[in-house]
């Protein structure tokens, strides 16, 4: 017989959240079957709220700060790292691929981690305009991200999804669909790294059932595609997005300089010069 | 005492020399379109007929499409600064020609002539020798892997500042070695089929650079095209909707330049005289058609008396009327068409309550005039101080604390710029931080360079036009 292991949990604002709808879907891993929540429309709304105060509290803090955030979002990895080897293992890979992809998440991690205080000397300027004029460029959060994950078994993979958009200050909405337990294991860490809650939230259903919901909201303000999906999907979020100029983004790179351009505006201020 | 008379001084358009029909300029010359169809242009100011330019269609546009696919064979051979060459002669012959340019701008679209000779023209030959510059540097931009042109792009342009739109869109755009197929704006077509004679006179490779003159019909089928990989239009947010609908199902770099309703921000210690001069260049700078005007006044409670009075005062010593008098201040609304939505619009502000002050000047009998246009007493959620009115009309709302001056200039779907005067250097520095608009000008208003980003939050669109950043608009990201 099989024993139902564990149900998982949404995590949203800072908190565990059962699906308002009370529905779960079941994921099985090593033959072993785990419930994870089916997230409804009404959830989706209740994280974009979220995602807005957690994109507030985020984005104001230092860039020093969010550097520290995340670093101690590397060490409770490291601190759990039977378990995601665990897990990734229930998941297929051998045991070397396991240990192997942890390493790297720990390293995407320390990557962005130092970025977050760096990355608006990048891409940031003062412009030589003609005129006695002080005139500088700088980058601001987008706001409200929602990320459809690679939903491949890669702990690594899961969090380049996020933390390009998170390092700049932006909220995300993180959607798990086949991975939903290692994500949602992961909320675990993070809940533990503080972070503001709603800054990063975590939630697991099936993409399909929500997509219209998630392209017509305009409080989202962008949405990154990190998984495959098929062209009358792409046509339907970009269309639905148009309603609201919703940033849309279909395999965005994740690491890198350019991993960041999504996710950032453009503010431009002026100022005389004179005595 | 008795005052001088007012003496005209009115620039001679001797200079230009407009044909009766144009075609559209494919392969590197002028051709017959398709469509055997022509729109007419007249000058708004006169109502007069200049000239009538090509109706293009979805024919015409396929060809330019192959135009643009040979333009782009030997464009992506060339190297850097042999791209460089081009626009910096461009650059040259346009501020030789400026004159020409800038009476032809005010001929065709009605702008004052001190704006297009003083503003337009010099601006439109910083952006070619800015982007000329970049040409062979491209590498050195922007730590970032894989940046390659899109192709061919696909480029449609306002009628409020035309031949500066078409620097901003096409300098970039050529400069990162793309090619370009631009369709201008149907009322003020004539600057771009002038800069088209420039293309060929620099010797530019045939199919770098094409022109399909026309409507919306036009721009609706460039923006159809499968061969298009990029799409840069400036314009309403409502047709920058249609564009990213339109494209849902293609992969295809966007930029999009939309509409604003830029609060222009007073506090109570604001420098008031040049805070009057600023709003009153912020919302009147070419009659208000202008996407990041000043359109809506903050103002201080306490200070709104004051600040008022001085400018009803500033505003009455406007001079509207002819746009080649060298002494006009507002020239003509650009068409029949939007001097008609203004007027709607300022008639429904007056109908919910605003109280309405326009200056006394007497406004010519043909063409199509809109006197200066303040409202006062106007509440956040009247159409006057929501709606981008696109006409020298400028809204009043106040605040008391700076928080509230925060949540009232972001209260709109808009976010493009924004002004701030006051003459403490920490307020502008918070208030900056808080605005969600693209271009803040901080004690000045409607400034811009080639060297200065240009682009907006929210439904004001996406991408940026101008400087480094620029580039990026132009410049594929390879994941």
Redo the contacts between chains.
Sequence with gaps: MNEIKKTYKNYVGGKYVRSESGKTFRIELKNEFYEVPLTSRKDIRDAVVAAKKGHTDWQKLSPYNKTQVLYRLSEMLEGNFETYQQLLQDAGLTKAKAKEDIHKAVDSIIWYAGMADKWEQ?TG?L?????D?F?I?HQESLGVVFTLNSNTQSLNSLLLNMLPALTVGCSVISFNEENSVLALKLAEDINNSDLPGGALNIMSGKFELLIEDISNHVEITAMAIYKEIH?DE??????N?????K?IF?????M???AL?PFI????????KGR | MNKWEYAESIESSSIVNIEKKYGIFIDGKFQNANSKKFIKTISPSTEEVLSSVSLGNEIDINSAVESAKEGLKIWSKLSGTERAKYLFKLARLIQERSREFAVLETLDGGKPIKESRDFDLPQVA?NFFYFAGWADKLDLS?????LKPYGIVGQIIPWNFPLLMLSWKVAPALATGNVVILKPAESTPLTAILFAELCQEVGLPPGVFNLVTGDGSTGAALVKHPDISKIAFTGS?GV???I??E???R?IGLT?E?GGKAANIVFNDAAIDQAVEGVVNGIFFNQGHVCCAGSRLVLQEDIHDEFVTKLEKRMQSLRVGNPLDKNTDIGAINSKDQLDKITSLVNEGVEEGGTIFQTDCELPQNGFWFKPTLFTNAQPSYRISREEIFGPVLTTLTFRTPEEAIEISNNT?YGLSAGIWTEKGSK?LWT?DRLQ????????FN?F?P?????G???S??G?EG???GL?SYLK???
Excluded at chain 2, 142 to 146: E, L, M, Q, V
Excluded at chain 2, 451 to 455: A, D, Q, V
């Design positions: 990048m300027n412009n030589p305009v003609a005129g004029f005139n460029s062209n792409k046509t339907m979020i970009k269309e997005a148009s309603k609201s100029l940033r279909i395999n965005p790179p994740t890198g300089l350019e351009f505006e453009t503010k431009t201020v002026w100022h005389p | 910083a922007w730590n970032a892997k894989g947010t920058g909707k249609y990213q609908k494209t849902a199902d992969d999009l939309l779907e502008i900056a608009a693209g271009v803040i000008w901080a004690n000045t400034k360079d060297s200065s980003p240009f682009g939050y929210k439904e669109g996406f940026r400087g480094r950043h990026l990201v390879q994941s």
